[in-house]
T-cell receptor, first 114, second 115 residues
Framework: EAQVTQNPRYLITVTGKKLTVTCSQN?????MSWYRQDPGLGLRQIYY???????DKGDVPEGYKVSRKEKRNFPLILESPSPNQTSLYFC?????????????FGAGTRLSVL | AQSVSQHNHHVILSEAASLELGCNYS??????LFWYVQYPGQHLQLLLK??????LVKGIKGFEAEFIKSKFSFNLRKPSVQWSDTAEYFC?????????????FGSGTRLSIRP
């Protein structure tokens, strides 16, 4: 079954404790993105990747890192989480550029930073 | 800068009522337009999209949307809603040829259907 898998689905952590949210897709998609969803703000793009070893900042990259060492994986790293990063995070992937393709979303990771 | 506005934050309707959710965007060039739906506790799913061609787009579950270029709008419609349409709806815009991997989402409209 074609899918985008995020782990964990729920995470509670404390300020400053490094964490990684994993994202994996089994569709051989080239493009992958991370979004955060906050009430009243919709989804905002954090980072995106156009292919292995090619990443770029989205609209709200501060406090986040990503890597794309393999095509299927696109982990989101919070080196020193802060309470303002409490949010719902979604990973998404697509075959190619968004001007030609649609995105497929993961189930989301709800993160609370205390 | 591109932006997407969804005017209604929360819409409450009775079953069988007609639905129209507004979406306006700001960008002067060619765009791709999307409506996504997020059912309670689930991830976003594509409802419909417009890339080119007929500006009246039909999606899944009886939804449709009309792209009106002169009004920079892409409103979502459904003639008769059901309780199962309770969800949050997001309009999104991708500025074609500008930044292929950037997509701007609206703030969402929560739709509640009374049985």
């Amino acid at each position: 079954e074609a899918q985008v898998t995020q782990n964990p689905r729920y995470l509670i952590t404390v300020t400053g404790k490094k964490l990684t949210v994993t994202c994996s897709q089994n569709m051989n998609h080239e493009y992958m993105s991370w979004y955060r969803q906050d009430p009243g703000l919709g989804l905002r793009q954090i980072y995106y990747s156009m292919n292995v070893e090619v990443t770029d900042k989205g609209d709200v990259p501060e406090g986040y890192k990503v890597s794309r060492k393999e095509k299927r994986n696109f982990p989101l790293i919070l080196e020193s989480p802060s309470p303002n990063q409490t949010s719902l995070y979604f990973c998404a992937s697509s075959w190619g550029p968004l001007d030609e393709n649609i995105q497929y979303f993961g189930a989301g990771t709800r993160l609370s930073v205390l | 800068a591109q932006s997407v506005s969804q005017h209604n934050h929360h819409v409450i309707l009775s079953e069988a009522a007609s639905l129209e959710l507004g979406c306006n965007y700001s960008y002067g060039g060619t765009v791709n337009l999307f409506w996504y739906v997020q059912y309670p506790g689930q991830h976003l799913q594509l409802l419909l999209k417009y890339f080119s061609g007929d500006p009246l787009v039909k999606g899944i579950k009886g939804f449709e949307a009309e792209f009106i270029k002169s009004k920079f709008s892409f409103n979502l419609r459904k003639p008769s809603v059901q309780w199962s349409d309770t969800a949050e709806y997001f309009c999104a815009v991708n500025a074609r040829y500008s930044s292929a991997s950037k997509i701007i989402f609206g703030s969402g409209t929560r739709l509640s259907i009374r049985p």
